[in-house]
């Protein structure tokens, strides 16, 4: 491996490449809720292994950003789950291949 | 690029991996979790002790847990009958999920050369964060917690249990 920033992006990519599989492929609405959280989780990776090799890590921009991002997920992840429990509610289920109503 | 860059990366692709694959919903929250604290791992490794600290508090101690609870109260509908936990369309999300990863390694072993090389270690005090948050990146920490607590609001409105004609 050339440089260290180089694994960290490919560390990175399999994570993303990994949550967006488990989002389109599992069929519990919360399984694809934590597919999401996974590929956010990536990102975040993405922007703190370019702050601390990017040309000037003293602005602290990608830190601040990561940190804002994780602040952000923890807000969809609230909602997130507590939509999953309101669907829930309505018609006793979190499959996803079952819940077809905004079919039309 | 230490052993335990490549201990703590392959400890959170298998959680990660485990997060998606397993049939029964605590062992993928289990994953999950530790999944989020390898990340936290590699957040240290990067000299970004804050962001690692805060990746522990929330996610592991937040979003686990929210997690956790969201499959307690869902439970009744776990383990579908027919067949496995995986869509009818899993092999079209299989392939576009390889497809980008495929798609984002090859770019990056392309460009490898340009990207930077070994750099110092940055120094990123919490005082310097403090005074960043509280100076350059002040609206958009209100901005963050105007979103927080309509968030939190929202959220309690959703899942809130109503009954027809009760108000």
Known sequence: ?104 | MGIAFWLIAAFTIAGALAAVMLRNLVHCALALTVAFAGLAGLFLQLDAQFAGFAQILVYIGAVAILVVFAILLTRSSETPKDGGVFSRTWFTGLAIAAGVFAFIGWALLESQAGLPHEAAVPIATVQMIGSALMGRYVLPLEIVALLLTAALIGAVIVARHEKEGTE
């Open chain 1, 1 to 104: 491996m050339a440089t260290p920033l180089v694994g960290y992006l490919l560390v990175a990519a399999l994570l993303f490449a990994i949550g967006l599989a488990g989002a389109l492929t599992r069929r519990n609405a919360i399984l694809v809720l934590i597919g999401i959280e996974l590929m956010l989780n990536a990102a975040n990776l993405n922007l703190i292994a370019f702050w601390r090799y990017g040309p000037h890590p003293e602005a602290l921009t990608g830190m601040m950003f990561a940190i804002f991002s994780i602040a952000v997920a923890a807000a969809e992840a609230a909602v997130g789950l507590g939509l999953v429990i309101s669907i829930h509610r309505h018609v006793q289920t979190v499959d996803l291949d079952q819940i077809t109503r905004m079919k039309g």
